[in-house]
C-alpha cells in the first residue's frame, strides 16, 4: 500500500450543466493523494508512456473517475486517465492518475 505516501488532499468538486452551459458546483468531497509535477514518461521496455501536466495517486476505496474535477497544490486538475495499479492476485493496490489543469471556471 502507499498509504504512508498519501499526506496530501485532493478536494472533488462534484457538478451539474445548468441551462445556460455553465457547471454550477453542487459537493466538495475531500481525498488524501499524493500530487507530482511529472510531465513525460516513455519508458520502452514496459510500454508506458505519459503525456500529462501531471500525476495523482489515491488510495484503492477513493470514489475517483476519469472526468472528474478537483483542486490540490492550489490548482485545479481535471483527471485524464485512470490506471488501477493491481497485485498479481488481481486486487487494486492503488489508484493513479495523469491530470491537465482545468480552467474552466465553475459557478457557485
Known amino acids: 500500500m ?3 505516501l498519501l499526506n496530501q488532499t485532493f478536494r ?3 457538478y451539474v450543466t445548468n441551462v445556460s452551459g455553465d457547471l454550477v458546483k ?3 468531497t475531500y481525498y488524501l493523494c499524493r500530487f507530482r509535477y511529472i510531465t513525460l514518461i516513455n519508458k520502452g521496455a ?3 508512456s505519459l503525456d500529462s501536466q501531471a500525476q495523482i495517486w489515491f488510495e484503492p476505496e477513493a470514489n475517483i473517475l476519469e472526468g472528474d474535477i ?3 497544490d492550489g490548482k485545479m486538475w481535471r483527471i485524464n486517465k485512470l490506471i488501477k495499479a493491481r497485485k498479481m ?3 487494486v493496490r492503488f489508484l493513479k492518475t495523469e491530470v491537465y489543469a482545468y480552467e474552466l ?3 457557485s
Do not use: F, M, R, Y
Open 70 to 72: 478537483g483542486e490540490v
Open 12 to 14: 472533488k468538486i462534484s
Open 2 to 4: 502507499i498509504t504512508h
Open 26 to 28: 453542487t459537493a466538495t
Open 46 to 48: 514496459n510500454q508506458e
Open 105 to 107: 471556471p465553475l459557478v
Open 89 to 91: 492476485d488481481s486486487s
